[in-house]
């Protein structure tokens, strides 16, 4: 098996994959998930009152 090396283009195709990826979605998915566990928590908090003792 011969490995052969990545073509200029191709490299230059996985860079501006990773750059999409790492830059511009998944920090729009972390805050995504940050925000739907704040919401899930409230909505949890709002039916069944704030902890602690009472």
Do not use: D
Not at 3 to 18: D, N, V
Not at 33 to 52: D, E, H, K, S
Request: glycine share 12%.
């Amino acid at each position: 098996m011969k490995s052969e090396p990545l073509e200029s283009g191709s490299r230059k195709r996985e860079w501006i994959t990773f750059f999409i990826l790492a830059v511009m979605i998944w920090p729009f998915i972390a805050v995504g998930v940050v925000a739907g566990w704040g919401f899930i928590v409230w909505m949890y908090y709002l039916f069944t009152g704030p902890p602690g003792p009472v």
